[in-house]
């Protein structure tokens, strides 16, 4: 009885957990740990053999206040997580003896304001971003100046496969916002954008656009003062500054009719204000887990080519699906996209990028 216990598992929470655990897809090169199994459990196993107290915080599926690891004879501390974690994407850190550290097996991303550890629980629809044997396109850092707030400021564009190849062609453009605690780095770098877009490209299921990804000046408040934010500053920076650089120095199809903007989460929320402020701009929105528009918000509904909006299941799926329902009953092209299983966090972005994607610029 024992060797089958241990062959299969041992218990967790009332559930057997499967002893079929493999190195997150993003760990540092040759590191072992964490780990993550078939049913979406997180192992960890972290060295501190002066330490005299670990604790994983992992968010959802993790013991309320972390995961506690245990500490072994040979200094290293191990546990998992009491629940299995929800598909996609995921930030932690690690707290030894009160002390706010990454895992040092784990690559980090820049999350919360932080660079933080993050860890992969294999999805299964993770076929849409993974990396195959397509054409890719580029990811590229520029460096634009601004006026403004008197510096070169950052941005990066993704151009489709073949972009420098067909110097004839011109691309539409859409502006894509990270949320609260990231930066542009996040749609890349968590989000795989790029991935999805030379493999939706690669399938024939889209248009090839161009993307562009900038810092919206969002980490300045502190979590809990958003209604504190101003969007004056990120306003002028992409509009007047942003915009104008990117059709200058790349093939775009530079009018309002093949220009959109969309966001996640806090990114939504300066979308939202942004694409009513300037509906001369922007032609096609979309709200990622980032709020909803009304009919009477948007003055003239020849200007506005589509409404996306989208969230997960565990967000608040019937204010999307009831805000499309009155946009569509007010005649604007709207569309609605829930996530299944997923709450605030980058597999519904991921997932409501896809569905986005094919319905951008179609006409």
């Known amino acids: 009885m024992l060797s089958v216990f241990l062959l299969t598992g041992y218990f967790c929470s009332g559930q057997t957990i499967v002893e079929d655990f493999k190195p997150s897809t993003v760990n540092q090169p040759g590191q072992e740990y964490p780990q993550v199994n078939s049913q979406g459990y997180a192992r960890f196993k972290i060295s501190a053999p002066q330490a005299q107290s670990v604790v994983v915080s992992l968010g959802l599926g993790g013991a309320k206040g972390g995961t506690a690891l245990t500490k072994g004879e040979n200094g290293f501390w191990t546990g998992t997580t009491t629940g299995a974690m929800d598909e996609g994407f995921h930030y932690y850190h690690v707290t030894v003896d009160g002390g706010v550290f990454n895992d040092p097996g784990a690559l980090n991303f820049y999350g919360s304001t932080r660079w933080e550890s993050g860890i992969e629980i294999p999805a299964h629809d993770q076929d849409f971003y993974a990396l195959k044997d397509v054409p890719h396109g580029n990811v590229q850092q520029i460096l634009f100046p601004s006026k403004s707030t008197n510096t070169s400021r950052r941005a990066y564009v993704y151009t489709p496969p073949g972009y420098s190849k067909e110097q004839s062609k011109r691309f539409p453009v859409l502006y894509l916002q990270h949320g609260w605690g990231e930066d542009e780095t996040a749609w890349s770098n968590q989000g795989r954008v790029n991935l999805i877009m030379d493999n939706l490209i690669s399938d024939g299921k889209i248009k090839p656009f161009i993307i562009v990804m900038t810092y919206g000046m969002t980490n300045e ?58 509906p001369e701009v922007f032609s096609h929105y979309a709200l990622l887990s980032g709020g909803t528009y009304k009919p009477e918000d948007i003055k003239n509904k020849s200007k506005v080519k589509l409404i996306f909006l989208s969230c997960g299941s565990k967000e608040r799926p019937d204010g999307v699906k009831n805000a499309v329902t009155g946009l569509k009953e007010a005649g604007f092209n709207a569309v609605s996209y829930v996530s299944e299983g997923t709450g605030h966090e980058f597999q519904t972005w991921r997932r409501s990028f896809k569905e986005l994607a094919p319905l951008l610029f179609k006409n």
């Open 221 to 278: 408040i502190k979590w809990g003062g958003m209604a504190s934010f101003k969007i004056d500053g990120f306003q002028t920076v992409l509009v007047d500054e942003l915009i104008p650089y990117i059709d200058t120095n790349f093939r775009t199809l530079a009018n309002h009719a093949n220009r959109a903007m969309a966001g996640l989460s806090m990114g939504g929320m300066e979308t939202k204000t942004i694409t009513l402020n300037k």
